[in-house]
């Protein structure tokens, strides 16, 4: 039998996928020990950081491993070697603590696997493969590549796909340049809809980090929200102090995740059903009379059109939809009514689900509001964030087209929306804003975009790609240049200025000098502005100066920071909650919280949230779930040497029954097939658990990588994202809903004549 590569659907493409792990060699860096990174010991850690200040050098810097940017304090001994990282004390992201993935920062540095310099793409007696290169050569391509689209097609046709601090830099870049043809992951696959439900309801963005004032809340709802194993530090933290007041904390979850694992009430909701159970929520809380009724009173609208609308949601009607009793329905929602308004029904963060999610954030946003816990103690407090200067460039041109224009069926999106840049890179005659290069930085969309076919019909169509990256990821192996960006370790990056209860600032400085020939952001942006002739838009020597400036304009200078690494500020916003005595008006249309929304109904959308029923598996079928792992960030981290070795692959987590009716034990490979018939490139290993309903399945995302260049993550489990093949598109705001897929388990290996 013909024997094919299991990436053979990139080998009928003009874009081959690259299997470069001979490419870049390099020396292998010292890793601290996992005991160093990890000891708990207060007392014990007291006298290590006093040792560490008499002996070491301390450099300011917050974290980049996740979006949450702990600021932490990074240790150098006297040969200029990382030690160790910890905690800024003063922060309020972190309180001092860092979590397992931030204290996994000197194994992100020390990563032999890094990608060590320049690569353009080339071909060698036939085959696609990469040569290394100068950065002169390779930013020269990029700028002469650039020049020639913007002649042709103008500068929109450019598309920047992008996450993180070296995001910034890009968009700058990009903006000099002309274009506004941007997205990010973090929106449509991630956090959107719950941005444009809240908005719609209160007014506001969620944001991040999320104003969910914890440490004081009396009931913490949690749907579908990870927190424990999604490692929201300063959520981690409060959440348990939280348990240790005995707050009560109500999980739904179809999964008894570690969060449920510590609940008063664990709800295995039906997946797919989690609308019902809101609006039969609500429907207790209005009948019974124990919502906050001053509240709704004095800041709501449309409360009548609410209470009619929830009427028929009883919790017996809910019940055969979510499989949760209607006697438990009723306790939990007395539970809330009773903490009022110190109760949190959290709006969660991975919230992309199945098409109807900004609804669902709609239902959950007007739960709180009928609980009175927005702008309350231990409900939502009203953040606040220092806006930090930007440094003088000219004004940037306006694009003829932009983000809003690829995204114009989607009315309520408030960002590029990342499916719809990629769609527009596809030729065919109804585009009428084509895309033909992208640059992608920070970001390995191969993992986090649903729908592959989409993807490589784009990437296949590209007249030129460039990614920026500090591993090579699947995504790099698509590239036409392949350009090393340093870690966050090893340069002086922008100011970090997040929203929290009281405004701050942290600084960013270079701990150690760039490994291998890698380059910060910010230095591979301004050298393509300047061959692009945007020497204006790039007049500073380097970040340092534009650091510098921005400190003086806030008021503090860079010496100061050096020493103290976060600097907080005074509100000016007004009070970090509600004041009873004064009026208060929302940012919505009408200046009040908004239950029922003319803005949907002048729309075409229903104003106030609907349960609709979703596809079910079919028989020998289950629904995929995935979710976090707390060491772990989406599959940037897998191949972290400190990381990989608390986690080095994911598991198929099975219901006892299920495994008893296909005969699996406990460890057991076994490969999975979607709906679609797609099957998972690698195997997986069977964890047996009552964590997990019959009808569904579970795993940790971020496994599966197909670079042989990542010694530790290759082959290590199963790509989720691999078997997403089936989108739910939110028609408000355009988020990809990716829970609607199912799997089969297959114990024999379906690749038995393909080579991996």
């Known amino acids: 039998m013909l024997s094919i590569i299991l990436y053979s ?127 002169d050569e390779a930013l020269d391509l990029i700028a002469t590549k650039f020049k020639a689209i913007k002649k042709e097609h103008g500068a929109e046709a450019l598309g920047l796909l992008k996450h993180g601090c070296p995001g910034a830099h890009f968009e700058h870049l990009f903006r000099a340049f002309g274009s506004d043809t941007m997205a990010e992951p ?78 008063n009430y664990w709800l295995p909701i039906k997946p797919a059903t ?86 669902r954030e709609r239902a959950i946003a007007i739960l709180n509001a009928l609980l009175g816990s927005w702008g309350r103690r231990g409900g939502f407090y009203f953040k606040e964030k220092i806006n930090v200067p930007s440094f003088p460039h000219p004004p940037y041109p306006k694009p003829k087209w932009n983000w809003e224009e690829l995204g114009e069926k989607y009315p309520l999106a408030q960002m590029g929306i990342t499916t719809e840049l990629i769609r527009a890179s596809i030729p065919h005659k109804d585009n009428k804003y084509p895309v033909k290069a992208w640059m992608i930085g920070g970001t390995n969309i191969t993992k986090s975009i649903p729908d592959k076919k989409l993807i490589t019909k784009a990437i296949d169509a590209l007249d030129f790609l460039v990614v920026i990256d500090t591993m090579p990821m699947d995504v790099t192996g698509y590239a036409d240049v392949v350009l090393p960006e340093c870690t966050y370790l090893e340069r002086c990056d922008i100011l970090r200025s997040a929203t929290n209860r009281e405004p701050n600032i942290a600084i960013r400085l270079p701990v150690v000098k760039p490994k291998y020939n890698s380059k910060p952001g910010y230095w591979i942006a301004k050298e393509i502005g300047m061959r692009l002739g945007l020497d204006d ?85 289950y629904r995929l779930n995935y979710g976090r792992a707390p060491m772990h960030t989406f599959s940037r981290t ?63 995302h971020g496994f599966g990588h197909r670079d042989k260049r990542l010694t530790r993550a290759f082959g290590k489990g199963i790509n989720d994202t691999e078997l997403i093949s089936r989108i739910f598109v939110d028609p408000i705001m355009g988020g990809t809903g990716m829970r609607g897929n199912f799997v089969a388990i297959l114990t024999e290996n379906p690749h038995k004549n393909i080579e991996v």
Not at 39 to 58: D, P
Not at 302 to 329: C, M, N, S
Not at 582 to 599: K, M, N, Q, V, W
Not at 651 to 680: F, M, T
């Open 9 to 135: 659907n990139m080998n009928t493409t003009r874009r081959k996928f690259i299997k470069i792990s001979a490419l870049g060699l390099g020396g292998v860096a010292t890793t601290t020990s996992v005991i160093n990174m990890f000891g708990s010991n207060s007392v014990i850690e007291g006298l290590a950081i006093n040792n560490i200040e008499k002996k070491y050098k301390r450099t300011a810097t917050y974290c980049e491993i996740c979006f949450w940017k702990c600021a932490a304090w990074a240790y150098t001994d006297e040969e200029g070697k990382l030690t160790k990282i910890i905690g800024n004390k003063d922060d309020p992201h972190c309180n001092g603590r860092l979590c397992p993935r931030g204290t996994g920062g000197v194994g992100m540095y020390a990563d032999e696997d890094r990608l060590k310099t320049p690569l353009i793409r080339t071909v060698v007696n036939g085959e696609q493969t990469y040569r290394e290169a100068s950065w």
């Open 186 to 263: 973090a929106y449509a696959q991630c956090r959107g809809p719950r941005e444009t439900g809240f908005a719609l309801t209160f007014g506001s963005w969620v944001g991040s980090p999320e104003p969910t004032d914890i440490r004081d809340t009396k009931c913490l709802v949690l749907i579908g929200s990870h927190i424990g194993e999604n490692m929201h530090n300063t959520q981690i933290q409060e959440m348990s102090e939280a348990i240790d007041r005995k707050a009560t904390i109500i999980t739904v979850d179809p999964r008894l995740s570690t969060a449920a694992s510590k609940s």
């Open 274 to 359: 989690d609308i019902a159970l809101l609006l039969a929520w609500m429907n207790v809380l209005i009948e019974e009379g124990i919502y906050d009724k001053k509240y709704v009173e004095k800041y709501a609208t449309g409360f009548d059109e609410l209470k009619e609308h929830v009427r028929q949601f009883t919790p017996e009607w809910a019940y055969g939809i979510t499989t949760i009793k209607p006697e438990v329905i009723r306790k939990t929602a007395r539970a809330m009514g009773a903490a009022s308004p110190s109760v949190i029904i959290h709006p969660g963060r991975h919230v992309v689900w199945y098409g109807d999610d900004t609804q």
């Open 537 to 621: 838009y790039f007049d500073y020597k380097d970040m340092k100066e534009v650091v510098e400036w921005q400190l003086k304009e806030l008021g503090t200078s860079l010496e100061e920071m050096k020493k103290i690494g976060v600097k907080k500020y005074p509100r000016k916003s007004g009070p970090l909650y509600l004041v009873e005595s004064e009026e208060h008006e929302f940012p919505t249309a009408s200046g009040r919280i908004e239950l029922y929304s003319h803005d949907l109904k002048d729309l075409g959308f229903d104003p106030m949230p609907l349960y609709t029923k979703h596809p079910e598996p079919p028989q020998g079928y």
């Open 638 to 700: 897998v191949n972290n040497p400190n990381l990989s070795a608390l986690k080095d692959e994911n598991k198929l987590w099975v219901n006892p029954k299920v495994a008893r009716i296909i005969g699996l034990k406990n460890d057991q490979k076994v490969w999975l097939k979607n709906q679609d018939d797609i099957i998972s490139t690698f195997a997986i290993k069977v964890r047996i658990t009552e964590r997990i309903r019959w009808d569904s399945v579970y795993m940790v």
